[in-house]
């Protein structure tokens, strides 16, 4: 199978997953010396697409390949943090917080807790401060220093996965009113910003964070 021209990918619904979080997704794995084909071939993404700049995937595609990289490695933070995190960490997580929390700030201080239990779980917090901005606004900042992440992947995906999670905590969408990120804005930043779920201005990549924060 050949891997499609540009010209083909580039008007690809904006509903897909841009190439470089493919590859992202992969280093890991590649850095721990895992075949990488095998876990291509469960998303049914052929190798040669990765050299293809603006080749687009399936959000189904993706779903499959990073549950093959955790599978693979047995580590949800796919071969990036510090230590692995093992399958299985966030359903638990999930068992922990879901029925047991009076509110949404008792839901997320508690997950904060639970992660801060493993030397390699995300470290996030919710800022206090945020509520000078008004009474239902709150910012949720997360510290991942500690990750070998080049591509910043982990910093992207845990923004939007806190912001689903939470989100589904409480049976409805969550306003946004930022989303901010440490590191400089990078090469693909633009596709970041097409297929990102937020609907908050394209201002993420700042020093300050008032709203919801990957470092």
């Not at 590649?30 to 049914?44: K, N, Q």
């Not at 390949?65 to 093992?86: M, N, R, S």
């Not at 596709?191 to 394209?202: T, W, Y």
């Amino acid at each position: 199978m050949s891997a499609p021209l540009e010209s083909e990918v580039y008007g690809a619904p904006t509903r897909s997953v841009a190439i470089h979080h493919v590859r992202a997704a992969l280093r890991g794995a590649r850095r721990h010396g895992v075949d990488i084909a095998p876990l291509l071939e469960v998303a049914s993404t052929p190798p040669e697409l990765l050299d293809v700049p603006l080749a687009r995937v399936s959000p189904q595609q993706f779903a499959r390949l990073t549950q093959a990289v955790w599978q693979a490695l047995d580590d949800e933070l796919q071969g990036l943090g510090p230590h692995p995190l093992k399958v299985g960490t966030f359903a638990m997580m999930c068992h922990a917080v879901v029925h047991c929390s009076p509110d949404l700030r008792t839901a997320i201080n508690r997950s904060s807790t639970f992660y801060g239990l493993f030397p390699s779980g995300p470290r996030f917090q919710l800022d206090q401060r945020a509520g000078e901005l008004g009474p239902q606004v709150a910012a949720l900042v997360f510290d991942l220093s500690g990750f070998d992440d080049l591509d910043h992947y982990l910093a992207e995906s845990a923004t939007v996965v806190a912001h689903r999670f939470a989100g589904r905590l409480i049976r409805r969408r969550i306003a946004l009113t930022r989303v901010e990120f440490s590191h400089p804005a990078p090469p693909h930043a633009l596709q970041v910003l097409m297929e990102s779920p937020f609907e908050v201005p394209a201002e993420p990549w700042r020093e300050l964070a008032p709203a919801l924060t990957g470092g």
